[in-house]
């Protein structure tokens, strides 16, 4: 065992600027929604534009971070493993059994979480921006008048904005209680704060790179 | 080093952002302030009528008042009698109906009902001299009575009865040297008393306005804007600009907000935006009636109760008339939350002679309009419900003679006896009575346009953007955000984050179980 820098300064950045944002907007978001009261509707619209915007800054970071440090062939799919790692997830857990993937700096996501990570990545957040987006642009003022895009109505933006944030919201309660499924309970938070972690020295996971 | 380059500069970027978004400076001047700049300055006339001396002289019958005016004003009169003030009748494009003419004179109401027969009494607000009945010359212009508008003295009124002549009581030569621009009292005579009484037809025109301060009407209060009609109300050569949909129905010479205010005076884009399917109205005007109440309801059906062979009135504790013989039932109501309705600014009427079914409320005017139609605003109205006679064979609105002197002439004000009232009214503008009268529900709306609140009481957003009692809670035909959700989608979304609730439970127990016999 060996301590090595798993998460950098920027992806730790952008984990927790990431989570930070979620909750707000789903705060500010379920707000809007009608579903609760806490800053009240106007403020509420309010910050959740400023936190989707923000958003969207961090996600262009992320994007470029992404490809010029090649961090984004961890999100590739596999096959190889997925069955044992459900099985993991479902009995070899109880049973204390070894995790059957190795966690190292260059493969940091087991292949259920390759496949998770990748639908939030291509799927939900894409979903979720192109449809905040036209929830606050399909009309727009400009010079003295207002514009629009040929969108009949909210309807279908809203609809699926918020299907968006209820898949995200169940994403975090699995996502909160999986981290606790690392070499300790506490191990994968603590990487996620400091960077590093304890990891088994090993040579490059064989399944990870083809 | 070079590990703290990139977060370095996306730590500076969200920095930079964040700053930015909480110091956003307007220093522009907003139209507000160069609105008051404008109307704080008030005109002063440029003639004094009292030192003409035309002017100087007795004057025995009001028309030779108007003869007087039209000496100098030569020209004026022909631009009055293009007026609808003088026709009470506009020449309208109504869907479906072609190019109609339509106005007081065949267009009915679900208050007193209608002129004809009673022009005696309704013609007390023409802005002429004698229409006393349908032979009414509307070509003579000596009958244009310039003074109803342009009296500045305030001591002209018009007579009770007298079919828009002035009250004996009027000293004409004083008048007629004190004209000039109109003012609130003189809009006001009529405009605050339609349908016979102080703020009985709009809710939002009433007899406080001639004096009022800023949290009942910010824009005539003397505390506020201090405006007169004609302010917003322009006009050019006798034709005002702005018309009630209780009359009219295209969507033309309409007196708006954005007029003056334009269609973005907010600071806040997302409440600009609003402005391209909600009027200024619906959040600026969060209710009507404000001093004095409006008459809600009026039932017709209910009236003709005599006392020792005499009418009779009820009052409320306000004053307001809940029971006259002579009229029926009312209801009164103030501090009224409007209804809401679209509207693409279109209307359709009840015209005289048109058949129509009384199984559902009968739609006095008809105002247009839809989510869909990108004309449409959502606007404030007052909606008017009445129980008014209706004929059951003939399918018709009946037009009563309520009116009249004396007894025994078919008014229903003094004979109490709807059948020679109806056959009366009917006879008189040529339409079939079938002998039968029932009282049929009528629904009338009102868009209400004034009594603008000061901003700070302005309709907040969750007065609307809620799921329980929202004020437009009543149009189903979009979605709204805080109002509206899509009941399997919520059902879904709730399951899936109780499903993850549960797996975790479940999922975290068994393995805290077993880490145990381990």
């Given amino acids: 065992m060996k301590k090595q820098l798993v998460y950098s300064r920027f992806n730790r950045f952008w984990h927790w600027m990431q989570s930070a944002l979620i909750f707000f907007l789903a705060l500010t978001g379920f707000e809007i929604h009608g579903a609760l009261n806490f800053f009240g509707f106007a403020q509420a619209v309010t910050y959740h534009n400023i936190a989707a915007s923000m958003f969207l800054v961090l996600i262009t970071l992320a994007i470029f971070w992404h490809f010029t440090t090649g961090e984004w062939k961890q999100y590739l799919p596999t096959r190889q493993h997925l069955r044992s790692q459900i099985e993991y997830y479902l009995t070899g857990i109880f049973r204390n059994a070894p995790h059957p993937t190795r966690k190292t700096a260059l493969t940091k996501l087991n292949p259920l979480q390759r496949l998770v990570y990748l639908a939030l990545k291509i799927l939900v957040i894409p979903v979720m921006v192109i449809s905040g987006l036209l929830y606050i642009y399909y009309r727009y003022p400009q010079s003295s008048g207002i514009q629009s895009l040929n969108i009949d109505g909210l309807q279908t933006i809203a609809i699926l904005h918020t299907a968006g944030a209820f898949f995200l919201i169940s994403f975090i309660i699995a996502h909160l209680y999986l981290i606790t499924t690392g070499q300790s309970a506490t191990s994968n938070l603590k990487a996620m704060i400091t960077g590093y972690e304890e990891l088994e020295e090993s040579k490059l996971y064989k399944g990870n790179r083809e | ?518």
């Avoid at chain 2, 009470?88 to 267009?107: L, S, T």
Wanted: aromatic share 10%.
């Fill in chain 2, 1 to 518: 080093m070079k590990r703290f380059i990139i977060p370095g500069i996306a730590l500076t970027i969200f920095a930079l952002y964040f700053i930015s978004t909480i110091t956003k400076n307007n220093v522009e001047q907003t139209p507000t302030a160069s609105l008051k700049e404008r109307f704080s300055k008030k005109e002063n006339p440029s003639v004094d009528h009292s030192k003409f001396t035309q002017l100087q002289r007795k004057f025995v019958k009001p028309q030779d008042v108007t003869a007087a005016c039209i000496d100098c004003h030569n020209e004026r009169h022909l631009e009055v009698m293009k007026s609808s003030h003088w026709n009470w009748e506009r020449e309208e494009y109504i869907e479906g109906r072609g190019i109609r003419y339509v106005g007081k004179k065949n267009i009915l109401n679900n208050f007193c009902i209608g002129i004809n027969t009673n022009e005696q009494s309704c013609n007390k607000c023409h802005i002429g001299y004698g229409w006393g009945d349908k032979n009414f010359d509307f070509t003579n212009p000596n009958n244009v009575d310039c003074l109803a508008c342009h009296d500045n003295s305030d001591t002209y009124v018009k007579q009770s009865g007298g079919a828009g002549m002035p009250d004996p009581s009027v000293n004409l030569s004083l008048v007629a040297q004190k004209v000039g621009r109109p003012t609130k009292s003189n809009c006001g005579t009529c405009h605050f008393f339609g349908g016979g009484g102080n703020n009985v037809k709009h809710g939002d025109l009433e007899k406080a306005l001639f004096d009022t301060r800023r949290d009942i009407d910010v824009h005539m209060a003397s505390d506020g804007g201090n405006l007169e009609c004609v302010d917003c109300h322009k006009t050019e050569k006798h034709q005002m600009l702005g018309k009630v949909y209780s009359l009219s129905s295209m969507n033309r010479n309409r007196s708006t907000c954005e007029q003056c205010h334009t269609e973005t005076p907010h600071e806040n884009e997302v409440i600009n935006e609003h402005s391209m399917k909600v009027a200024c109205q619906t959040c600026h005007i969060p209710e009507y009636a404000k001093v004095n109440s409006t008459k809600m309801e009026w039932d017709w059906s209910t009236a003709g109760k005599l006392v020792d062979g005499k009418p009779v009135e009820v009052k409320d504790s306000l004053g307001n008339i809940t029971y006259a013989s002579i009229k029926g039932s009312f209801v009164w109501k103030r501090n009224v939350r409007p209804e809401y309705v679209w509207f693409n600014g279109t209307a359709s009427h009840y015209l005289t002679g048109d058949t129509v079914s009384a199984d559902t409320p009968i739609q006095m005017n008809q105002l247009h309009g839809s989510y869909a139609d990108p004309d449409s605003k959502i606007i404030p109205v007052k909606v008017h419900r009445a129980k008014q006679p209706y004929d059951p064979i003939n399918k018709t609105i009946i037009q009563p003679k309520t009116f009249a002197n004396k007894e025994g002439e078919g008014g229903f004000w003094k004979d109490f006896n709807w059948q020679s009232s109806i056959q009366h009214g009917m006879d008189y503008i040529g339409l079939p009575y079938s002998g039968q009268y029932t009282f049929a529900k009528t629904e009338m709306y009102w868009p209400i346009n004034h009594m603008v609140s000061p901003k700070t009481k302005a309709v907040a957003c969750k007065e609307c953007h809620t799921r329980e009692n929202s004020r437009v809670g009543a149009l189903r035909d979009f979605y709204m955000p805080g109002r509206d959700y899509n009941a399997t989608v919520e059902a879904f979304g709730i399951g899936a984050i109780l499903v993850s609730l549960l797996g975790v439970g479940i999922h975290a127990t068994v393995r805290i179980v077993s880490k145990k016999k381990n």
